[in-house]
């Protein structure tokens, strides 16, 4: 049987979990595959990485650390949402995602991290920033 390598097209179901509690952040095991191309970076390197070499109907654990995963959380990335960013009429409240869009710049997901004084705090990290990961893949097929 042919192993995955670097430009090969592959289908996986995975579980991902946060290393620390094992809680489940993402699943593809109620929905479709997940199909890229590997080295395309539609996806972690290391996820990437940890496909290369697999067979279909083979299944592998990865452990990805924050650094070669979303990174640290950084502080600098918390701030003051611009009050036209805020939607309005919308009751907010600390932990709701929002999706900003602002001119000139992707549409970016941002966590409410405070409410004070008519001001918006967010917090602009990737939701698994700081997060150390570990995802179980099953390599379905090489298309």
Do not use: W
């Not at 918390?78 to 600390?94: C, H, S, T």
């Not at 997060?131 to 099953?138: A, C, G, K, P, V």
């Amino acid at each position: 049987m042919t192993a995955a390598q670097f430009g090969d097209t592959v289908r996986v179901h995975y579980i991902g979990r946060l290393r620390q509690d094992g809680v489940v952040f993402d699943s593809t095991r109620d929905r479709s595959p997940f199909q890229f191309t590997i080295g395309d970076k539609q996806t972690l390197p290391a996820f990437e990485n940890a496909v290369v070499g697999m067979v279909p109907g083979e299944t592998r654990q990865v452990e990805i650390p924050c650094r070669e995963a979303y990174g640290a959380h950084r502080r600098n990335m918390e701030r003051v949402l611009r009050p036209d960013l805020v939607p309005q009429g919308k009751r907010l409240r600390i932990g709701q995602k929002l999706r900003i869009e602002d001119e000139g710049f992707p549409p970016t997901v941002v966590t409410i991290i405070g409410l004070a004084n008519n001001e918006v705090m967010v917090d602009t990290n990737h939701p698994l920033a700081g997060h150390d990961l570990t995802f179980e893949i099953e390599l379905l097929e090489i298309l």
